[in-house]
């Protein structure tokens, strides 16, 4: 097979990473395959719409007893049970009219079922995504070559798909056409989809855009293009922060042709470039984020080298947005979501499916665990199915929290990738389930399984956990273990100390509260915006305290940390801490009467008057 240089270490690390379904097979415990017959025989009972009810009721006590008594070696029991719970609930979505025939069709395809089974999301229109997956079988054969391809259209286009760019709307072609240009054109593109997991292929089939303006970014770049330069080759248009209506606007035609030509602003830029990238089959993402004056938007794209695969998110981030948290709109679910959240994908590539499943099937695990714990343990644990040996498994699994982390932790184990099983551990963690004991440990899990490479996503799951300990001199002491862990990333150890902040000020030490927030404004002035808060925060501070006389002091030595933007004065210094901060300091300035003081402030500033 013959890969193209940007695609070279991903077509390897697949061909090494999926294994014939074959050896899958023989690979699987006598329990799995014990599970697995038993799914089967579920669904060969399913004769007509009305005996999915029974199915479903089948599939789940027999997950239930997969979950109390699969050993530690027999995990793969529990993928099974858990894609014929998933498939059967999913499929159960269909209207009645077309539901046996979906099924028939996801039998006759297993790799198919299986993606889309372990794809679908609860908060996905189930019912119109099997729709669009049995029309993408329907009308083109490929579909079931290309399972990958097909389930994330299916997820994507579950809805009318379209993207709001400010003033202007992109709309994505149908879910057929979608298919067809990447199908079509499979073999030229950077990444071909055959060899990118369905959960990353979500940010390429949401591309808003006409086939033909796809074709044009394919036909008008190299087969590799530079997603991140390609933001950059788009002209401001400076004329719209002066109120005037942008040019491509006014034009009437929102293409890729026209953005090129007529330039534009963030937001056009930053659609130009992910769109691009998408033509190409690379997973692209519209980013934005909100300072506290201005929003902003750029450009995340996947990436590789020869041995890594990593989103990159720093183009067309501007200097103000370093730090700042960037969001993105999850394609399949319509979710906002932290931009950490998507730079965990690129893992997947570097994961076996069977892994992922893994993953999903012992998150699905631990859910339905707990529930029979909140229950109370009523009727739990349920009799070993068959093909369970008993001699091996002598002691049921208890329905305890105990038990739901240990599920969890082999399936993070497996895919660390797996976001939802974290967001299951911040849930938990949230409800009260877990001690400040259990915390801790998990802290140090999460650490050694995504701190070093994925130190964002990491922050983002232990902000929930830290702050939800009651016990605030605790709580402190994980935000300075936190702030530790992190020190080589400085914008995390910032956000960490805020945070710190905020756990004194609410519980009544100002005292604690101002050192926190004064270490960030001593140390981390120029490493990302919390300076900003930071102030204004120790400013509330000091008047609650009637310590005024430091105010302005405290803005006129922050000011001084505070790095000047290069490139002087442009039109994007608003966006700056420089401006920002030197903006108040002037106030303070005006405030204390030093008039002509605060007049030379805002001259540097660029501010006129």
């Given at each position: ?275 691009v990238g998408k033509a190409h089959g690379i ?152 001690t400040y004991q259990h915390k801790r440990s ?94 204004r925060q120790s400013e509330r501070l000091l ?67």
């Open positions: 097979m013959k890969c193209p240089s940007f695609q070279r270490v991903l077509c390897l690390l697949m061909l090494l990473l999926a294994a014939p379904d074959a050896l899958a097979q023989r690979a699987r415990t006598k329990a799995a395959r014990a599970v697995q017959d038993s799914v089967a025989a579920a669904l060969d009972a399913i004769q007509s719409p009305q005996d999915f009810d029974g199915a479903r009721a089948d599939l789940s006590d027999l997950f239930e007893g997969v979950i109390a008594h699969a050993g530690p070696r027999e995990l793969d029991a529990i993928v099974e049970a858990a894609y014929g719970v998933r498939l059967v609930r999913q499929v159960a979505e269909v209207s009645p009219e077309t539901r046996m025939g979906v099924l028939e069709q996801l039998r006759a395809h297993d790799e198919l079922a299986r993606t889309m089974a372990f794809l679908v999301d609860d908060r996905d229109n189930i019912a119109r995504a099997y729709e669009v997956l049995a029309r993408l079988l329907d009308a083109d054969k490929r579909a079931a070559r290309l399972p990958n391809l097909a389930c994330a259209i299916a997820v994507v286009h579950d809805k009318p798909f379209y993207r709001s760019i400010n003033e202007n709307t992109a709309r994505a072609p149908s879910h057929l056409d979608t298919f067809r240009y990447f199908a079509d054109r499979a073999d030229v593109l950077a990444m071909h989809p055959r060899d990118v997991p369905a959960e990353l292929l979500i940010y390429v089939v949401d591309a808003c855009a006409r086939v033909d303006e796809l074709d044009w970014a394919l036909n008008n770049y190299d087969k590799t293009p530079h997603v991140g330069e390609c933001f950059f080759e788009i002209e401001y248009d400076y004329d719209h922060l002066r109120g005037v209506e942008k040019k491509v606007t006014a034009s009437g035609d929102y293409s890729l042709p026209s953005i090129k030509n007529l330039g534009g602003v963030c937001a056009d830029q930053a659609h130009y470039a992910m769109t997973p692209t993402a519209y980013v934005v984020a909100r300072g506290a004056d201005y929003a902003h938007a750029w450009v995340g794209f996947l990436e590789t080298t020869r041995t890594t695969a990593n989103w990159n998110f720093d183009f067309g981030r501007y200097e103000a947005y370093q730090g700042l948290r960037g969001n993105i709109v999850n394609p399949q679910t319509g979710e906002q979501i932290p931009d950490a959240f998507v730079a965990m994908l690129a893992r997947h590539v570097l994961e076996p499916v069977q892994d992922r499943r893994l993953a999903v099937a012992l998150t699905d695990a631990a859910q339905r665990l707990a529930g029979a714990r909140r229950a109370g343990g009523a009727n739990w644990p349920p009799p070993a199915p068959e093909g369970f040996d008993p001699r091996r498994t002598p002691k049921a699994r208890e329905a305890t929290v105990h038990a739901e982390l240990e599920l969890l932790e082999a399936g993070l184990r497996a895919s660390p990738a797996h976001v939802p099983g974290w967001l299951l551990l911040a849930a938990m963690a949230d409800r009260g389930d877990l998990w802290a140090e899990v999460l650490d050694r399984l995504c701190g070093k490479d994925y130190p964002d996503f990491s922050v983002e799951i232990l902000e929930p956990m830290i702050a939800s300990v009651e016990d605030p001199k605790e709580q402190s002491r994980m935000w300075d273990w936190a702030a530790g862990k992190y020190r080589n990333r400085a914008d995390l150890v910032a956000r960490v100390r805020f945070n710190q902040g905020e756990l004194w000020k609410a519980n009544g030490r100002p005292d604690l509260a101002w050192e926190a927030y004064d270490g960030v404004i001593q140390n981390h002035a120029n490493d990302g915006p919390f300076v900003v808060d930071a102030l008047r609650q305290e009637n310590r005024t006389d430091f105010i302005l002091p405290m803005y006129e030595g922050a000011w001084k940390k505070v790095k000047k933007p290069d490139g002087g004065i442009g039109p994007f210094t608003v966006y700056s801490n420089w401006f920002r901060v030197g903006k108040r300091y002037a106030e303070a300035l005006d405030d204390a009467g030093e008039i002509l003081t605060a007049s030379a402030v805002r001259k540097k500033l660029g501010i006129q008057g």
